[in-house]
């Protein structure tokens, strides 16, 4: 009998091990390439802002805080980025439901267009909405409203750009929710509202909480937007960390913004992993082609219709403004016009950044699929240790840690073996790799969490290696998740502009940077290109996205 306990004993501690290395394993590569690529950048930039001949000024972050006018910007970021928030929430929310829920024609072609606002160059944004509300545009035309000088316009962008991020998020989730669990509370009494709020809402609580942490990040570091819009008025953290560095050229304010910035979104993102945490619960999952159905009664077609009316005013139409003033010259001038160099600003034609952005998005997208994908795997774990725990929330610190300061910190950073990529192609897609993994992760997360783990359990006490547990149990289970992350990661590469802005060669520019150098020149011909290639990037998204929508059709038909 000892015998025996001694060996169950001696298996159970092998067994400890294995699933430590395991864990060890996981976590490895997304632990270096963040603290290569990210943690090393960043605290590069801050000190060179904060040491004055070799010692610490750390006396310049309170006489930077005792300024009035960066009180006001810090009140000013934290009050925009939660009202845009729950705004984007309420008029998204509705929008995941339909998508997940309803079957109606065209459905993959208006998913891709609900997704291409999120990949826009947040500059292309700006100058799509003063368009519509400022002076001489299509409000101000038809009703003689103005709201570029309100913060209105500001909010309103934010929602246009943040759209997608809850529709995805969320909606991907809550196509796999098993229905019947909310028409069993229906039978038992509960009204609709009662139901959902009790039964489908507590369910979806990580996916909801994912989205609306990724939206206030975004609002939280807004920049292009709040810098067009805003105008002297209304500053970001963002805009004035880039004012600080690029316009006054005093780092050491540049570097105490920066990690005001980073302290209170580490507060934000440790206070939601601790939330979502106390809220995980396995779910009943099911296919998501089985969910969905066509309405039925009159209060569904208008929640659909309304949808719909939402979709096209607040999202299409900011859209064909682009596409209008890039088809004003006649002879699509402005399109001609990128096939040629002006040997100014650009050393090749405009055009050819086209092909850079495909080539840099790809190369991010299977950085951003294999760092994030390994590190969700570590994090769905039972048995994951404080360190990988708290690695949940440090991996979300590139969506609120300024895109400036991580542009500046790779030039300083990487200049030296054995990190001197500064004449590397690699380069602009690891910058555009940090801003995918963390929507790799909170895409897959809710749904890997959501694996009922005696699903696993039984598959290695049938004797099953954690590969092939990983390959029989959770894969079937988050392919589709899988698929919207790397559409979600080559989305966020295309428009990534922050930091690439910096470390893009001029000979081998990227859309949105293309872009933003037409933006700043004079000139109705470089404005014109700029919405040319603004409507090529649209595009662009739309088409790589049809084929996302197709690739996920044909994954749960079996067909293609």
């Not at 009180?71 to 729950?86: C, E, I, N, Y």
């Not at 109606?104 to 160059?121: I, M, N, S, W």
């Not at 696993?456 to 149990?473: D, I, N, T």
Request: charged share 15%.
């Amino acid at each position: 009998m000892d015998l025996a306990r001694t060996e169950v004993t001696e298996a159970a501690v092998r067994k400890d091990r294995r699933g430590s290395a395991a864990r060890l394993g996981l976590i490895a590569l997304p632990v270096a390439f963040f603290a290569a690529f990210f943690a090393y950048p960043v605290a590069a930039i801050v000190a060179r802002g904060l040491k004055v001949d070799g010692a610490w000024r750390f006396g310049r972050i309170g006489e930077v805080l005792a300024q009035s006018d960066v009180r006001h910007v810090l009140w000013f970021t934290t009050w925009q980025a939660l009202v845009s928030t729950a705004l984007t929430l309420l008029i998204a929310l509705p929008g995941a439901y339909v998508f997940a829920r309803f079957d109606f024609r065209g459905k993959q072609v208006l998913r891709a267009a609900v997704t291409v606002p999120f990949v826009l160059p947040t500059v292309v944004v700006g100058t799509a909405f003063l368009a519509l509300v400022g002076r001489g545009g299509l409000l101000d035309e038809l009703w003689g409203v103005r709201l570029d000088t309100t913060v209105w316009a500001i909010l309103l962008a934010h929602v246009f750009f943040n759209y997608a991020v809850v529709v995805r998020t969320v909606g991907g989730l809550w196509a796999q929710l098993d229905p019947r669990q909310e028409e069993a509370a229906r039978m038992l009494g509960a009204s609709p509202w009662k139901a959902w709020r009790q039964v489908t809402l507590p369910a979806l609580g990580p996916a909801v909480a994912a989205a609306a942490l990724m939206v206030f990040l975004f609002t939280f570091t807004s920049f292009g937007v709040v810098q067009i819009l805003g105008g002297p008025t209304f500053s970001t953290l963002e805009v004035e960390i880039y004012r600080q560095t690029s316009e006054i050229f005093d780092l050491s304010t540049a570097a105490v913004l920066t990690l005001i910035q980073f302290v209170a979104v580490g507060a934000i993102l440790a206070l939601h992993a601790w939330t979502v945490r106390r809220r995980e619960t396995a779910l009943r999952l099911v296919d998501a082609s089985v969910t969905a159905r066509r309405p039925r009664g009159a209060g569904q077609w208008a929640l659909l219709v309304g949808v719909l009316v939402t979709v096209v005013v607040l999202l299409m139409l900011p859209l064909a403004v682009l596409v209008q003033r890039s088809l004003d010259a006649p002879g699509f001038g402005y399109y001609r016009a990128l096939t040629r160099a002006d040997g100014g600003v650009f050393l090749v034609p405009p055009i050819e950044a086209i092909g850079n952005s495909l080539e840099y998005a790809v190369a991010a997208t299977v950085i951003a699929v294999v760092i994030g994908g390994l590190a969700a795997v570590a994090l769905t774990r039972r048995d994951a240790g404080r360190f990988v725990r708290g690695f949940d929330a440090l991996l979300m610190l590139p969506l609120g840690v300024s895109a400036v300061t991580v542009g500046f910190g790779f030039l300083i950073a990487l200049d030296e073996p054995p990190l001197d990529l500064r004449s590397s192609w690699i380069l602009v897609p690891l910058a555009q790799a940090l801003v995918g993994v963390p929507f790799v992760v909170r895409t897959m997360l809710p749904v890997l969490r959501a694996v009922d783990v005696r699903l696993r359990e039984a598959a290695s006490v049938l004797g099953a290696s954690p590969w092939r547990v990983w390959r029989e149990v959770d894969l079937p289970m988050v392919r589709r998740a899988l698929l919207i992350a790397a559409g979600f990661a080559f989305a966020v590469s295309l428009g990534e502009f922050g930091a690439t802005v910096f470390i893009a060669r001029p000979d081998n520019p990227t859309l949105p940077v293309a872009v933003a150098r037409l933006l700043g020149r004079p000139g109705d011909l470089n404005y014109g290109q700029a919405m040319a290639l603004s409507t090529i990037l649209m595009v662009v998204c739309a088409v790589a996205l049809l084929v996302l929508e197709r690739l996920r059709t044909a994954d749960r038909t079996g067909e293609f």
